[in-house]
């Protein structure tokens, strides 16, 4: 198991977790955006960002995703 760093743009605070490998964390990775999406429960805002990054216990990023909103008017 190693130790991975959890830090949201829009959070001061990361969270540590174990982990297997490379492939549970992007399993991760993917997992937790899908419940933070579910979360905001329609709130999030036009021209919105939220990313999520993911380091080792070396501080060396492996893997971030974003999602970022966009609203065009009609």
Sequence with gaps: ??????KW????EPLWVDLVD????????VTSLGE???DIDGNFPPR???TLEVSD????LVASITV???RYAR
């Design 1 to 6: 198991m190693a130790h991975y760093q959890f």
């Design 9 to 12: 743009s829009d959070q001061t």
């Design 22 to 29: 490379g492939e549970d964390v992007w399993s991760e990775v």
């Design 36 to 38: 933070a999406l579910r």
């Design 48 to 50: 919105g960002r939220l």
């Design 57 to 60: 216990a070396a501080g060396s």
């Design 68 to 70: 970022t909103a966009e």
